[in-house]
């Protein structure tokens, strides 16, 4: 059974920092691209980064320079750090196994709320 277990979010003040974690089970972490999306409220679900098997990294236009994607194989784990946090940044954030850049893979996280707020 393949699971996804994201953490790390909650409030931040404009300008703070979070980092999400991903952790994931019942696959071969290794051979998965893994991709962070993110949803707001009303708003169509949207990849944020991308970090391929062998660690190449994709952002979207309004994290780039903000967001960074890691992964430690070793722990099945999949990171998304970010920096100066905006007032746009407010999401439920969502890591994906099997991501494409033109498609999410077929197995979500349930989510984890990132709130950015003074």
């Known amino acids: 059974q393949v699971q996804l277990v994201e953490s790390g979010g909650g409030l931040v003040q404009p300008g703070g920092s979070l980092r999400l974690s991903c952790a994931a089970s019942?696959?071969?972490?290794?051979?998965?691209?893994m991709g962070w999306y993110r949803q707001a409220p009303g708003k169509q679900r949207e990849l944020v980064a991308h970090?391929?098997?062998?660690?190449?990294?994709y952002y979207a236009d309004s994290v780039k320079g903000r967001f960074t994607s890691s992964r430690d194989n070793a722990k099945k784990t999949v990171y998304l750090q970010m920096n100066n946090l905006k007032p746009e940044d407010p999401a439920v954030y969502y890591c994906?196994?099997?991501?494409?850049?033109?498609?999410?893979?077929?197995?979500w996280g349930q989510g984890t709320q990132v709130t950015v707020s003074s």
């Open positions: 994906n196994a099997g991501s494409a850049l033109d498609r999410p893979g077929g197995y």
């Open positions: 019942g696959i071969i972490f290794r051979f998965y691209a």
């Open positions: 970090i391929t098997s062998g660690g190449s990294t």
